[in-house]
């Protein structure tokens, strides 16, 4: 990688997905888009004409052409949640860099095998929680250094929308195999809430509906982290929007009312203290994406280590499969 100023990417996969990431390594400062592949025929090089009309990228008829590729450097993986372990160890084997969409896994011991992969093939890996990239924590987190809310004691996060009924596939799969609301939104509800407590998690509760197919739909928990340090996540298919968290301390508290937001979207924090005036602030809008690329390039082309470490998506993961473990059992889950 050395002397390069730009990471080649390959986007693995014709997923709903790129039209947010294409036109984000496009417009990131040290990337280019150098391929994409599907396995269904046509799909790769429809997708560019939509997404990146004015793009020379390659494109593939199959996922394996794209691992082949030597000018590829780093592969965006945006394949159902089920095929992601799989496919990350695949195009680590090739040597490739892996920026993966979460969940990174379903199982804890599959993000152990990639990470054992990517220290052997010496290669970045990243799971994609993009949200992390947007400016509004790092002042969220100058807010909470300031001392305003003191000490933390809890953090609640929401996630919820109507979801379209040409989506709801979604549902299709049971949560076994990556379907259902806990896979495609609570995962981030749940890595938003342990952001700002940053311990390992203790137990977990949760409760779930679920549809036939053995989705759930709609779901909501608590973490404990010990000490009576608290993290309450709650997230639907079938609720009026929020994207949310809110933290609270021993002296107020902070609220980030959009944390996955549209790039154009302007986010909002407001915040509170005993004896003091609440406030807000609205930020600029930022391309949480585009900022995304940018730091996974910049990790490989200058040997960094990415913010978010496979230990982290382990430990997202762990509550995961505890929370829906509750669930299924109505009992709560100890993790440690
Ligand atoms: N970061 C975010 O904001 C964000 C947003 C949404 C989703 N995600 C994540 O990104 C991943 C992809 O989600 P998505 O909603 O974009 O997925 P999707 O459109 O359902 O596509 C997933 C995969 O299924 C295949 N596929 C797509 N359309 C198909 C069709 N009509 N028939 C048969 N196969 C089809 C594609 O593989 P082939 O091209 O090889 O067929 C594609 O890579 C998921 O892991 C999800 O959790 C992230």
Redesign the pocket.
Known sequence: MNNKTKLRWGIL?????NE?LMPAIIEASNAELAAIA???PG?AAQTLERYAPQQQARTYDN?DALLNDPEVDAVYL????HE?AEWALRAIEHGKHVLC??PMALTVADIDAIQAAAQKHQVTVME?F?YRFHPQHAKVRELIDSGIIGDIRSVRSSFSFMMKPERLYRLAESVENGGGAMW?IGCYAIHSARMFIDEPAVSVSAIAKYVESGADSATSGIIDFGDGKYAHFDFSFERARRCEYEITGTKGGIKCHNVWCMPGDAPMISWWSEGGEPSEEWLHAANHFRLEIEHFSDCVLNGKAPALSLDDAKANCRIIVGALQSAATGQRVKLV
């Open positions: 996969g014709a997923a709903r997905v947010r599907s396995r269904r799909a996922l945006p394949l159902a949640n992601h969409e979460k994609g993009m495609d």
